[in-house]
């Protein structure tokens, strides 16, 4: 399987205006050749080729007094930055016509100057891993990389990416060994997610839900605040924008340790994971939007999906429209709906009392075990 490993790099100040210049040069080849396809488009003339786009926007620019200066960064990443463009388009077509799976992707967009992102990427002959553990990137030098772990293999691309704090990161993308089976185990568990505990487990554990960015509310109103005040353009402005970033980062850093570490410990204990499906896009749209996104249900249910795969483990994806609150977890009668504010409730077929959230995840762990695939597939 692919997995994407990430890392901090640390360039000089000479290497940030070499890397600023590689952006800007990427983005305009990318809007010069977004812009032939609009204008293409508007004449009713056909799609025109790759290879023809990349001559007009890429080889022939360089001849034009106007854009000479494209001549200065590497070639690699103007070819990459089309390529992108090229990846765009398709998927925008695969969308419209059906054979894209999942929601519609919309048409490329111009990417501009004052994104808080700026990315690049890199092929195999635009860069180089040396033997002193620095990054050599074409036309800006051997960059420092701090390593916290070993590539499982020799990577064929690399994406170079600044976020909106100003930090610098090297993106690779690799092949790594066969699945790391864990040795088995007779553990299940079936995982209710919500707002007041992260996630209720079918054991009858309850994880509380950190509320990273509920803590961190104070400072960043403080430092919105702040922000707000400075004038547009001005220096003082630019390190606002930084600080508020850099608070946003620390809190999407926080919570993504403390996914990574709960979805290790699920998968190191258990050989079946079974979670409710929910619908977090609608969710969203409601007045717990902002508890929703704190918990970051979407990116828990990703890391912990591609965690069993790597280490052998079944992962089952329930249905959101399974009657988790409404079916009892030890005959199986459906008892009907229930208000949010009934927390606990006893069976009328088998007098049972149960807690709500823990019997949810018994019968989304029932669920999981109907789903999952046996030894021959079925």
């Known amino acids: 399987m692919k997995l994407r490993y ?46 023809d786009l990349q001559k007009q926007v890429v080889t022939a620019a360089k001849q034009a007094p106007e854009r000479a200066w494209l001549g200065e960064v590497s070639s690699v990443v103007l070819v990459q930055a089309l390529a992108d463009l090229h990846t765009a388009y398709r998927n925008f077509f695969n969308s419209v016509t059906g054979k894209r799976k999942g929601p519609k992707v919309a048409p490329p967009p111009f990417r501009l100057r004052k994104d808080n992102r700026q990315a690049i990427r890199l092929t195999r002959n635009g860069f180089r891993i040396r033997a002193d553990g620095r990054l050599n990137l074409a036309k800006v030098g051997d960059v420092k990389v701090r390593w916290s772990r070993r590539l499982p293999s020799d990577p064929s691309s690399v994406t170079v990416v600044k976020d909106a704090a100003g930090r610098y990161f090297a993106s690779f993308v690799v092949q790594t060994d066969p699945p790391e089976v864990l040795p088995e185990t007779t553990g299940e568990v079936g995982i209710d997610p919500g707002l007041t505990h992260f996630a209720v487990l079918s054991d009858g554990r309850k994880i509380t839900a950190p509320t990273f960015l509920r803590r961190a509310e104070r400072k960043l109103k403080k430092a919105q605040q702040a922000l707000s005040r400075k004038a547009k353009g001005s220096s003082n402005r630019r390190k606002a924008v930084a600080r508020v970033a850099r608070l946003h980062v620390r809190v999407a850093g926080a919570r993504r340790d403390h996914h990574h570490k709960l979805s290790t410990a699920l998968v190191q204990e258990n050989q079946l994971i079974a979670v409710e499906d929910l619908a977090v896009n609608g969710l969203a749209r409601t007045r717990l939007a902002k508890s ?33 609150s409404q079916t009892c977890s030890v005959c199986m009668a459906v008892d009907g709906p229930k208000p949010l504010s009934v927390r606990t409730w006893t069976c009328k077929g088998c007098q049972t009392t149960h807690d709500r959230d ?20 079925g």
């Open 292 to 324: 929703v996104h704190d918990a970051g249900w979407a990116q828990f249910t990703a890391i912990l999906e591609y965690k069993a795969a790597r280490y052998g483990r079944a992962f089952v994806r329930v249905g959101r429209w399974l009657p988790s």
């Open 358 to 377: 823990i019997n949810a995840a018994r019968i989304v762990l029932a669920a999981g075990r109907a789903d999952k695939q046996n030894a021959c597939g």
């Open 6 to 51: 990430n890392y901090r790099l640390d360039p000089t100040p000479g290497q940030r205006m070499a890397l600023a210049k590689v952006f800007g040069c990427a983005r305009v080849v990318f809007n010069d050749g977004l812009r032939v396809r609009h204008e293409d488009h508007a004449a009713g003339l056909p799609y025109i080729k790759d290879t």
